[in-house]
Each structure stands twice: as C-alpha cells, then as structure tokens.
C-alpha cells in the first residue's frame, strides 16, 4: 500500500529532515509557493505549513488557495512570533490545528494523526457530494459535511436579523440591521463588550468585573479602567443608537438593557440543538435532522477563538463543544442507522478532530469503512485508535472494539 501523502509549504522546508524521522509512514512531499494551485495532484491527506515570521501576511495567500477549505493544513508557529490574534487569525483562514516549535514527536504525531483526511476518500465522494449541495438547495436540509459559509464568499458575513446581532463562533462580530460594524474597538473593550453582550439582560457587579478584566491591579486603577471601558463601549455605539445608553449603570454595576434586543448565533446554535433532540425524543427524525444541521452549520468555528486564554471564554467553549459533539454524534448515529455510511465518515472525522479519543466515534468510522468495503481503510483507522489510547492512557482498545475489528478480519 502507498505511504500516505503530507504537502509541506513554506519554511517548514527547513524541517523536512526532522520531518521525515518523526513520520516514517507518510510521505512528505516539499512545494514551492509557485506550484501551489497542483496540490491536489499529489492527493494529500494533509498540509503542514510554516512561516518564519508572525504568519499574518502568509494566511493571507494561504486563504486566497482553493484547496485550504478541502485539505487539512496543520499551522507550525513560533510562539516568540506568534500571538493570540495570530492563532484566531490561522484558524479564521482555515487551519484545522496548530503546533508550536520546538517540534515535539509525540505531539506532533498525535496531531497528524488526528488531522489527516485521505483526499481520495473525498475524490470518491466528489460527484455525491454535488447531488447533495443540490438537494440542500431544494429542501434547505443541510448535508452533514457542507457549509454554505465556506464555499459562498459574502455569506460568513450576511445576516438576516434586524437590531444588533453579535457572532461569537470563530472571530467575535457585531452587526447592526444586517451591516458588520467597524473593528475599532480595542481587544480589553472587545472582550468586555462580548462579555456583556453574551450575559444579555443579567446584572453584572462592578467589583466582578474589575476582578475578571483588569485582576492584576489596585482597586482604584480597576475601577477607573472599567469607567474607561464602559465610556468607549457607549461611545462605539452612539452613531447607530443615538444617546440611548444600551450598557446601564445599576447599584454597584452594570447590565446591557434587556429592553433592547440582542440576537446571538450562540443562542440560535442552542435553540438548533434543543429543538433537534426534542424531536430525537419524540421519534420525528424528518423535523430533527434540519435543526441538527442548522447546529452545526452554526458552529463553524470555536466560540471566541481571539480570546483563546480568558478563562469565561474557555468555560463557556467547552460546554459548547460538548453539545457540538452530541450534536454531530446525534446525525451520525441517525445516518448509521439509515445505511448512510458515506454520510457517516465526515460526521465521525469532525468529532475526532475535536475529541480524538473517543472510542465509541472511532467504531463508527471503522464500521463506515467496512460496510462500504474499504477494509484496509477500516483497519487502519483501528490501528490509529489503538495508537492514541496507548499513548496517551496506556489502555487497550475496549472488548467491543476488538470484536467488531476481529469480525472484520475474518471477513
């Protein structure tokens, strides 16, 4: 069998030799920045790239590639060059991980691992694919690997509700009647502003958040920062609302009017995910399975990725992977049980990328692979599954897992 392929762009040549020792059972293949646009000649499961310097400049040809939204492109970064808004800004242009140097084997192996996606598995699919972008024209059901936000340019930016709307998934973003409005906003007024935004309508104490935004100084610089802050936060909304002061002052805090209507994707996110298992419950798949999608369409990216180290961002992120993950393991399951099994493997490969050690989504994917008889497919995907659990828990694949493997190999 062919090793598999990894494309390595821009610096990260220096690496190549590193590279090749660490990843023995791929085949990494180096590509001038010139030949680019034949990528996907090679048919690689993966791109690892790299910029010496803070890597701003180089996303944005790297966001400019067709391919970057088919092929998953692993960033390597120098964290002395690199900082949180470089990280939100990879990810906003399409990287699927990042990894810091110095380049640590096992880490660097997990990630691969993780990341890689053979691209003649998605060449397989490409025609079916096409069938299925048509029928979501038609009956709006969104297919479970497509986002009309990644392949039309204009729609991540379109919104349909009037007043303020607020997207928190990937980059935070404020629109007033359907226009984005100016990043002009310092990152501290930024994150307050989405802080209050998020806790919509709820009192917020003047003490909690001189303790939450500016911990590290005296009371008095505290509150004077906070005054400050909210000062910018009324003044950024004063030529679309007028002297109408939507942050008011109460008691000994704050509370952003509840009067006036704020809709949020993170709440629309929620309401697709309730009314998808309200429906599970009652057994009406046909209305459950739109509202599963809408969730996941919705969550494009994570919540808040520019403020990656504010500990209420981490909190509230990780509760949202969580229902994406039931989500996503919710569409699966629905489609195993339909045969679906090519509707399977991008529903399980997504929950991997985000929890690569749950072994229950590493049976479906080996089950997908079987039943549509991709054997060497199946058993390599047990092999990655064993691999991960014995590196990171030292435990053995559980007794379902083996027998579902052992049935296909004597199959």
Partial sequence: MPLKTIILLGEAEAYFQLLTEYLT??????????????????????????SAGPPHSSLQLLGRQAWVRKIPTLLIHDNSKSDAKDIA??????????????????LLRQKVEACYRPMSWLKRLFSRRIDQKRAYQATGILPPFYSPSVEKEGH??????????????????????????????SKKDKNLLAYFLFHHGQFLHRDKLMEKFWPDVSPESARNSLHVAISHLRAYFRPYLGEIKVIKHQNEGYLFDPDHAVITDVQQFKASCQSGWEALKKKEYEAAIPFLHQASDLYAKEFLREFLYEEWCSREREALQEALLAVLKSLAVYYQKQAAYEQVIPLAERML???????????????????????GRALNQYQKCRALLMSHFEAEPSPETEDLVAKLRVG
């Fill in 25 to 50: 059972e791929y085949r990494i293949i180096p590509v001038l920045q010139k030949d680019w646009s034949k990528i996907e000649r090679y048919f690689p499961g993966l791109i690892l790239f790299h």
């Fill in 353 to 375: 990328l985000i929890a690569p050690f749950l072994e229950d989504v590493h049976r479906l994917l080996i089950e997908a692979y079987a039943e549509l008889n991709m054997r």
């Fill in 89 to 106: 800004a990879a990810y906003d242009a399409g990287i699927v991980d990042c990894i810091a140097l110095p380049l640590k084997k096992d």
């Fill in 156 to 185: 991540s930016t379109q919104v349909l509700a009037k007043g303020l709307y607020a997207r928190f998934f990937g980059a935070f973003q404020l629109f007033y009647n359907q226009e984005l409005l100016p990043n002009s906003l």
